[in-house]
């Protein structure tokens, strides 16, 4: 099912937007910019998610201050961008089975200009002005384009399309680490993002749960070029993901990311898997694949190596013919806010905020929480929706107040009252 046909039956008003990359990449862009007039939406703010044992949050928005003046010739809605993680599309947003527990529509239905962007090589970007797919120069790309062209692209598009001055950036893993990669190398970048909002980030994954198969990749990465060739990977997980049945779709992809993350998967219901799992894969480039374990292995977020070493293992080597550049986050200035589970395998947060600038304005971990957890699992709408809608509030400058509206946020030591801009 494609995405225009979801909103469709969920009576969202969809637009469909092609960006043109600098290097002809056509990326699709999906926008909800207002809900039907003749829906009515069940709003659950009603349902308030009491505190747990194992949540906690690291609360600096009193350091923090709104730097981008409203602009008062503008006058549509504030503007949010959401970005999918690695092998997925836009479509991982809305296909929780409960219509609120899908974060756009629940931005929608609270005013916001919701758009969805897709990387190039997934299921809606395999467009280009000169190649196609069946070549192999168009799979030429990794994070660093994702990062350099993608990002500050459809951001440019988004802003010139609604005459807003910014919009906030809400990512998910891979969606989180283009967008550290792009601030950290783009200053005009964080003068366009009022807000970046990192949902399971990743920037410096440990590795792989299995020691074999982990010592393998740390040890030659770029034997999946061998394995894979240089264009897609995955291709066959797409192949039975057509013609086997849902649930038993279930079991062989919770089986893998057992073996491979160590994850369980058990804050998500059965029902949500079946839904969700339909929608978890899309086609991205091997380079990229390669690009992650580069990363894994020498444990830093730099730059695609384009002269890997031929050592079947990494040492550090004062005469060194050359040395990739790392992403330089310290370097970033937008406000960021951090999502994380404590059961994900994926995430060393100490590891990450050590690269990047302090104070970070909004910390909140949840102990049993796993990567996939921050978009399928029960009580997300309670538990991180909340405190994104009151993040929204402190830092998106065009945001309008509703009067004597009170947010509680889940876990946090105070509520929040009306319009944190004012």
């Given at each position: 099912m494609g995405l225009l046909l979801i909103f469709n039956r969920k009576k969202y008003r969809c637009e469909q937007h092609i960006v043109c990359t600098m290097d002809e990449y056509l990326l699709c862009v999906h926008r909800i910019p207002h809900i039907k007039s003749d829906y009515e939406y069940v709003d659950q703010k009603s349902e308030i998610h009491k505190p747990q044992k194992g949540i906690e949050v690291v609360d600096n928005l009193n350091q923090f201050h709104s730097t981008m003046p409203r602009d008062p010739s503008y006058t549509g809605k504030p503007v949010v961008l959401l970005y999918h993680g690695f092998l997925m599309s836009s479509e991982v947003w809305v296909c929780n089975i409960e219509e609120y527990n899908n974060l756009p529509y629940i931005l929608a239905q609270k005013g916001y200009d919701v758009w969805l962007g897709n990387a190039r090589g997934n299921k809606y970007s395999q467009y280009h002005m000169r190649l196609n797919p069946r070549q192999q120069k168009f799979w030429d790309f990794s994070i660093n384009e994702f990062a350099m062209r993608d990002l500050p692209d459809t951001v440019d598009y988004i802003l010139a399309e609604t005459g807003a001055a910014s919009l906030t950036y809400i990512g998910f893993s891979q969606g989180t680490a283009q967008a550290f990669a792009g601030l950290s190398i783009n200053p005009d970048l964080n003068r366009k993002i009022n807000l970046f909002i990192a949902m399971a980030p990743a920037t410096t994954p440990k590795g792989l749960q299995h020691p074999l198969i982990d010592a393998f990749v740390k040890a030659t990465p770029s034997v999946i070029y061998l394995m894979f060739g240089r264009k897609t990977p995955l291709k066959l997980a797409l192949f039975w993901q057509r013609i086997i049945s849902p649930p038993l779709f279930v079991k062989l992809i919770d089986a893998s990311v057992n073996f491979l993350f160590g994850w369980r998967g058990q804050n998500m219901s059965l029902n949500?898997?079946?839904?969700?799992?339909?929608?978890?894969?899309?086609?991205?480039?091997?380079?990229?694949?390669?690009?992650?374990?580069?990363?894994?292995?020498?444990?830093?977020?730099?730059?695609?190596?384009?002269?890997?070493?031929?050592?079947?293992?990494?040492?550090?080597?004062?005469?060194?013919?050359?040395?990739?550049?790392?992403?330089?986050?310290?370097?970033i200035t937008a406000p960021i806010a951090i999502f994380y589970g404590c059961s994900d395998s994926l995430v060393d947060f100490h590891v990450l905020a050590a690269d990047l600038p302090s104070p970070l304005a909004y910390v909140k971990s949840i102990e049993k929480w796993e990567h996939l957890d921050f978009l399928w699992a029960e009580g997300v709408e309670k538990i991180v929706y909340p405190d994104i809608l009151m993040l929204l509030k402190k830092f998106n400058p065009h945001y309008i107040s509703e009067k004597n509206e009170i947010l509680k946020v889940p876990g946090h030591r105070h509520d929040i009252l009306g319009d944190m801009n004012e």
């Open positions: 949500q898997k079946i839904v969700s799992y339909q929608h978890l894969y899309s086609l991205t480039s091997v380079k990229s694949l390669v690009h992650w374990f580069q990363i894994i292995r020498t444990g830093q977020f730099q730059m695609y190596d384009e002269l890997p070493s031929r050592l079947p293992y990494h040492t550090v080597n004062a005469v060194a013919d050359h040395i990739p550049p790392r992403f330089p986050t310290l370097q």
